[in-house]
């Protein structure tokens, strides 16, 4: 092999290890779509455990409380370009029974991607866990059409609306919990992250009751975002809980 081979294969290979980890190659519709982000990452295409999922055919069980005790945290948001993320401070806490995580973020994906029986919702929102050990844990959080949303008022005006654009605004604080129904009954099942790398081992709580935005307030964010919802996955014998109020 002269100089120029070797140069090329090794040119090659870069490219081959950037694609194989670059988390960045992939996207919601065409050759990066959703069909080929296993070309990203296996597990999207051969785990057994992905998410998102119909919700159906549940065990009715008595759970733990779920509680959520967030802080109010200043606005950090970022246009992900294929979605825009809220960053929280640190400290706000999720507990189910002795188990606790902390809130990272929360994000929004038009339309939903999880369905209960034949509704689908036009918007679902992720509130990201994450616990001392390293376990995953997810709240979503469904939107449907109607009065408007008074948290998301206070939040769209500080949207970032270019690709890859920051918006912090340390003068206003919001609270998570304004983006969750007063009703915490929820669904529970053993699932996946939505994006690439599709890690499983999340622990999903699907709260059963919808919030309610306006369709402008639906129609802006999507405008930004684009729609960004995952197919729905194979279920593959998983239990889903449906947690009866205690
Ligand atoms: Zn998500």
């Known amino acids: 092999m002269n100089w120029k081979q070797s140069l090329g294969s090794f040119v090659a290979a870069t490219a081959l290890a950037a694609s194989a980890t670059g988390q960045d190659n992939w996207s919601y519709s065409g050759t990066n779509g959703p069909g080929n982000w296993g070309a990203t990452s296996s597990v999207c295409a051969n785990g057994s455990m992905q998410s998102p999922i119909v919700i159906e055919g549940t065990e009715p069980v008595y759970l733990n409380r779920l509680e959520t005790n967030y802080l109010v945290s200043p606005l950090v948001m970022h246009n992900e370009r294929r979605t825009v993320r809220f960053d929280y401070a640190p400290g706000s806490k999720m507990k189910i029974g002795t188990k606790e995580f902390e809130l990272k973020n929360f994000h929004f994906h038009t339309p939903a991607e999880h369905r209960v029986l034949t509704t689908s919702y036009p918007m679902e929102i992720h509130f990201d866990h994450t616990a001392a050990d390293g376990s995953l844990a997810r709240i979503a959080v469904f939107v449907k059409e109607g009065a408007a949303n008074i948290a998301a ?17 340390a003068e206003i604080k919001f609270n998570a919990r304004d983006l969750m129904p007063n009703e915490r009954t929820f669904y529970r099942y053993m699932g996946s992250e939505t994006t690439p790398p599709c890690t499983e081992g999340v622990n999903w709580y699907v ?4 919030i309610e935005f306006s369709s402008q307030q639906i129609a802006v964010i999507r405008g930004i975002m684009g729609e960004n919802a995952r197919p729905l996955q194979p279920r593959n014998n998983r239990m889903i809980l449906d947690a009866l109020p205690n």
Do not use: G, T
């Open 207 to 210: 709260f059963k009751a919808p």
């Open 153 to 169: 008022d206070e939040l769209w005006p500080n949207l970032p609306i270019e690709p890859d654009q920051s918006s912090r605004r």
